[in-house]
């Protein structure tokens, strides 16, 4: 029973898309009209700096940041695979400053770091990926049954004879497709490599050649999954949009697309507004009463596994592992749905049992298993952590939706009023050794102020009585928590 919805909600400044499944949130993707996604994006760069001892070069493309482009990124000769040789190339050897070259974006910018760029060239259609500078047959390690592997690979081999020399990779949703359709995905890429050819002659350095498709069109040209039972958007351009694409490209999906007109948003129907909510908090409970808590820093993400409430029935060894097994499903979807990319670390509570971490291991893998983004999950370490990556190339939601506390400045954390009445008990002292006053003013929060006041009224006393001056206080609402003033007056 086919069991998963798209739904597109779409603005004229912004445009969402979510992967139900039973009516649970999977994936969301948002695109604004003022951060358009770069991945897949095909640029004229030009080289600014080449940087021998990191064996990668910075690349303007016209964008804020300049971009990254590494050694091991650069196609060494016509129609090579990335990463075929064994030898650390010599980043001189391939660029110079100065130089031209067709650039294709890997990564979006993340944090303070530019664009990953790549040279090996890769255009996606509905069932192939055109890779233009390499001559191999891939096929999609989601296609498991060995025989489509092999028929689909004779087929493409058998189609590109009369093509231009290039490598092809097939798609999942290649599986099951006739000669004709697989034939006609092949000239069409070969047409579009070769208007950008044409186009990229023309445009000058760190100009775009090729933009990818927009949010609603990739994600029809992406669903791979046979489960789909519709598509709801609930914007009539692009309801037409969608139909046209789906008519020539992905017919299978054309009969599924409906346009929703209900006066209700379509994302309040399905509580997605609130699911995104949730998946911004650190915390994660889960239905037995344990939480699980997602902590996002630049270099990684951690994940700790908590009991909580739940006291479970039988002992402690089995509380742990039902608790464990359910963060196991609920860390899986929240990965996808958060879109965590890099270096994962997950704490699950410690097991005895080597049967339990096998079943918890094996759980966490299998909810992996339909995750668009590949991943690849370690054994439990030594010190009982589960180590696992996640390919990222797009900025996680929490970046996309957030920004720094202006107050903490992405610590987390504030300074407590009392932290900050001793740092004005200590700033008055240096005032006073330092300058002659006839009176000191304090400006701070209204928290702090109270706690002068209040508690810490003896210290200002005391104050007073060593400087022999007066000392005035002044509550500032609009100054963050941890922020005072000391004037001399």
Known sequence: MKREEILINATSSEVRAALVDSGVLQEVQIERASRVGLVSNIYKGKVSRVLPGMQAAFVELGLERTAFLHASDIARNPHTEPGASEVEPDIREFVREGQELLVQVLKEPLGTKGARLTTYIAIPSRYLVLTPNSTGIGVSSR???EQERERLRCLVEEIKAGAPPAGY???TAAEGAEREAVHADLVFLHKLWQSIEEKAGSTPAGGLVYEDLPLPLRVLRDSSSPDIAR?????????????DFAERFVPRLSSLIELY?????????????????????????????????FDQTEAMTTIDVNTGAYVGHR????????????????????????????????????????????????TLTDRLAGDHAKSHVMNVSP?????????????????????????????????????VCHEIFREILRQHRQFDFQELLVLARPQVIERLLDEDSAGIAELEEVTGKPIRLQSEALYSPDQFDVVLM
């Open 261 to 293: 007109t209900e006066k209700r948003p379509i994302f309040d129907v399905y509580g997605i507004d609130d699911e995104i909510d949730r998946a911004l908090h650190r915390k994660v409970p889960l239905k037995s009463g344990g939480h699980v808590v």
């Open 231 to 243: 598509v709801r958007v609930d914007s009539e351009a692009t309801y037409a949009r969608l139909k």
């Open 315 to 362: 002992n402690l060894e089995e509380t742990i592992f039902r608790t464990n097994l359910e963060a196991a499903a609920a860390i899986a979807r929240q990965l996808r749905l958060r879109n965590l990319g890099g270096i994962i670390i997950i704490d699950f509570i410690d097991m005895t049992e080597e049967e339990h971490r096998r079943q918890v291991l094996q």
């Open 383 to 419: 010190l009982g952590l589960v180590e696992m990556t996640r390919k990222r190339n797009r900025e996680s939601l929490e970046h996309l939706l957030c920004q720094a506390c202006p107050s903490c400045e992405g610590r987390g954390f504030v300074k407590t009023a009392e932290t």
């Open 169 to 171: 990779i097939i798609r």
């Open 143 to 145: 296609i498991e049954e």
